[in-house]
């Protein structure tokens, strides 16, 4: 099992603190194996294997636990059992229902440091962050990043790798069996099917599988596009299909509780607000649209993007798309108070390309860093105070952009 260092030093300031610690991601981005890892760290520093309580609701043994009662039962006679404070991990918590009346009362009674997992956005819904206010930490777990490929795969992480990457994406089960087509999409095929089927259809109540069906092609055809649920509405019709826009709407948000997608609003730079319509989206893992549409070369400018995007996600930054007047600016990137701007291209080819993605930058107006990222080779220096990055050497370095 490899350690996912990045993640461990996120949550390791947390362990034994007074914190409920959640995990969250989509399924199969390996947040059953990261919770193992931390189990295992403990037994390494010397906590009794009889505190340790794994509770995976993913596993028949534990169908018994159908509710907060249940599990109520479960943990307090461990409890009773061995008079110490336990440490709980529970996979994919959402399975059991309302479990937060459960954790909030060990949390109360001081007799489990906690750890959770789950698969649905809206374990934070609102109510229960107001519920858990200031008494947990999130901590968001993506698919591997390109730093982390390379060292599933045992490789150095050079050009002919991330070509490899860019095709079958970062879900880690992949690294189990051989890295061929055939294998390698059926198996992100099976796991795109489970997560339809239990993170959005049953969890939903979706009747009408057939339209989200079509949905999810269509979002995964124009990832990176800007659109609105109207315009998926009216490509509907196109095809014969009548669906009101509040059902795409709701379809939409049902994928993006299940980390399929991800939703990011434009910020308007000149009026300094957030737009309401003409949204983009990215894939929460990129394997899926080849184990769906195939892989095709043509569509590199649009995986480069999505790379960057969940690489920026991984690093801590909240990700906006730009609007300056009538132009686009890939990327805006905030943390802790501090921004930067990134374009995002495949090979800066033509003076009418270096035109395009640098004049964007050069007329915002401000002094907040800013970056072209592309595939080509590296400059001597910069260009007009833009900095330029080969997209491979920062996925591959742990240096902050700010």
Not at 386 to 391: D, G, M, T, V, W
Request: with cysteine.
């Amino acid at each position: 099992m490899h350690k996912r260092i990045d993640y461990y030093n996120k949550i390791s300031p947390f362990i034994n603190k007074p914190v409920i610690k959640i995990i969250t991601g989509m399924r199969r981005i390996g947040k059953s194996t990261f919770l193992k890892l931390l189990m295992k760290r403990l037994l390494e520093d010397g906590v009794p294997e009889q505190q340790i309580v794994f509770i995976n609701m993913e596993s028949l043994r534990f169908s018994h636990i159908k509710n907060f009662n249940d599990l109520n039962i479960e943990v307090t006679a461990q409890h009773e059992k061995v008079k110490e404070k336990l440490y709980l991990f529970i996979d994919e918590v959402q399975e059991i229902e309302k479990w937060e009346k459960a954790i909030t009362s060990f949390f109360s009674d001081g007799i489990a440091d906690i750890y959770l997992t789950g698969s649905n956005a809206h374990l934070l819904s609102s109510e229960l962050a107001t519920l858990l206010s200031g008494r947990y930490i999130e901590i968001p777990i993506y698919p591997l990043s390109f730093r982390e490929y390379s060292l599933f795969s045992d490789h150095e992480p050079s050009t002919q790798l991330f070509k490899e990457f860019l095709r079958y994406g970062g879900f880690p089960g992949i690294h189990h069996s051989e890295i061929t087509d055939d294998v390698v999409f059926q198996y992100i095929s099976s796991i795109f099917d489970t997560i339809v089927l239990k993170d959005v259809v049953k969890r939903n109540n979706i009747r009408n599988v057939a339209l989200l069906e079509k949905i999810i092609y269509f979002l995964v055809d124009n990832m990176s596009s800007i659109f609105s649920a109207k315009s998926v509405a009216d490509f509907l019709k196109k095809e014969h299909r009548s669906p009101g826009i509040e059902t795409v709407y709701n379809y939409i948000q049902n994928l993006e509780a299940a980390y399929v997608i991800y939703r990011i609003p434009r910020y308007d730079l000149k009026g300094k607000r957030f737009l309401e319509v003409h949204e983009k989206y990215y894939l929460g893992e990129i394997g899926i649209r080849h184990a769906l549409l195939g892989y095709t070369e043509e569509s590199i400018n649009v995986l480069l993007e999505n790379i960057i995007f969940l690489e920026l996600k991984r690093r801590g930054y909240s990700v906006y798309i730009g609007k300056l007047q009538d132009r686009e600016i890939d990327f805006i990137s905030e943390k802790e108070g501090k921004r930067i701007y990134i374009q995002v291209c495949y090979l800066l080819a033509s003076d009418k390309t270096v035109e395009q993605e640098f004049s964007v930058l050069l007329d915002i107006p401000d002094n907040y860093p800013k970056y072209v990222m592309s595939m080509d080779d590296m400059w001597a220096d910069d260009y007009k105070g833009i900095k330029r990055l080969n997209i491979i050497d920062f996925l591959r370095s742990e240096d902050d952009l700010i």
